[in-house]
């Protein structure tokens, strides 16, 4: 499996949403020890965590940077990538998903 130090980005993946108050303890391990591991094996690879404080944002954003389209939709299609989503969604509110090129720096 390649880390993120050995591809170029050229996608990145962003998810936005609120951790749930009373699931943040189930939140994290799900993410430390499921979703972030299963992501990247599937070729997505974790790039940045940012804790939104300002503004009218979901408080958590996560980017994911891969170098290709393909990957993206295999993603996107598999059962696996559906089970991990719903699974997540028992952990936080306000969810979102997109999809951009991949630039340096934040972005919304």
């Known amino acids: 499996m390649a880390s993120f130090q050995h591809i170029r980005p050229r996608y990145k993946l962003i998810l936005f949403y609120n951790i749930k108050r009373e699931k943040q303890e189930q939140y994290y ?3 430390l020890n ?3 591991p299963a992501v990247q094996k599937l070729g997505v690879h974790m790039h940045m965590v940012w804790h939104i404080a300002y503004g009218e944002y979901p408080e958590r954003k ?3 940077v891969t170098e290709s389209a393909d990957i993206l939709r295999s993603l996107f299609l598999s059962e ?3 089970a991990l989503e719903e699974r997540l969604l028992r952990y936080v509110d306000d ?6 090129d991949y630039r340096g720096g934040f972005q919304v």
Do not use: L, P
């Not at 969810?95 to 951009?100: D, E, I, L, P, T």
């Open 62 to 64: 996560i980017e994911f």
């Open 80 to 82: 696996e990538w559906d």
């Open 95 to 100: 969810y979102a998903r997109k999809v951009v």
């Open 29 to 31: 391990r799900y993410m």
């Open 34 to 36: 499921s979703f972030v």
